[in-house]
T-cell receptor
Framework: GGIITQTPKFLIGQEGQKLTLKCQQN?????MYWYRQDSGKGLRLIYY???????QKGDLSEGYDASREKKSSFSLTVTSAQKNEMAVFLC?????????FGPGTRLTVL | AQKVTQTQTSISVMEKTTVTMDCVYE???????LFWYKQTASGEIVFLIR??????ENATVGHYSLNFQKPKSSIGLIITATQIEDSAVYFC??????????????FGGGTRLTVRP
């Protein structure tokens, strides 16, 4: 088995601030994903990466950057935090059909 | 474009009964995969069960089973002998194609299940 860790668990930022969320996986999976989940809603894909240094946009990529410096880690940057971006950001990885999820980072923008 | 729809926003059942959660999907692909995930109150998302489009037999894992009706583009999740711990939000998801690299999931909006004692 493996595990996905996300840091930080809670992130509080100021409107307009640049914020970075980190994700690590030890499954040795090739593909990693970032999703956003608004309160009471489903998951929407922000970015994904099929291998080290690869980056693919999801449906919600505007306002975000991502970076996959190595196979085990994938970071997401909110380029300018906005109040309506308060949500949980979930990282996932996949080595086959199923995706496995991390515990999430809850973002609050003041 | 692929789309996944869960029309039931919430369901409440008595413990030890059977519940079915609905999910319909849209896809142009002949090959696709369907998944159900559970999100607990703590926010943890757990993979439950999967159906491959080319398989006619319904998948079963523990007390979870699927009702796959391909002509209707429908994949229902059935939970038998429900327990209090089954209370959660359940998400249906679809992945198109048979290439694992860069496989994207499209999620439905979720169904909140409450199991009452």
């Amino acid at each position: 088995g493996g595990i996905i860790t996300q840091t930080p668990k809670f992130l509080i930022g100021q409107e307009g601030q640049k914020l970075t969320l980190k994700c690590q996986q030890n499954f040795n999976h090739d593909t990693m994903y970032w999703y956003r989940q608004d309160s009471g809603k489903g998951l929407r894909l922000i970015y994904y990466s099929i291998t080290e240094n690869d980056l693919q946009k999801g449906d919600l990529s505007e306002g975000y950057d991502a970076s996959r410096e190595k196979k085990s880690s994938f970071s997401l940057t909110v380029t300018s935090a906005q109040k309506n971006e308060m949500a949980v950001f979930l990282c996932a990885s996949s080595g086959g059909a199923e995706q496995f999820f991390g515990p999430g980072t809850r973002l609050t923008v003041l | 474009a692929q789309k996944v729809t869960q029309t039931q926003t919430s369901i409440s059942v008595m413990e030890k009964t059977t519940v079915t959660m609905d999910c319909v999907y849209e896809t142009q692909d002949s090959s696709y995969f369907l998944f159900w995930y559970k999100q607990t109150a703590s926010g943890e998302i757990v993979f439950l069960i999967r159906q491959d489009s080319y398989k006619k037999e319904n998948a079963t894992v523990g007390h979870y089973s699927l009702n796959f009706q391909k002509p209707k583009s429908s994949i229902g999740l059935i939970i038998t002998a429900t327990q209090i711990e089954d209370s959660a939000v359940y998400f249906c998801a679809m992945r198109e194609g048979d290439n694992n690299a860069g496989a994207k999931l499209t999620f439905g909006g979720g169904t909140r299940l409450t199991v009452r004692p």
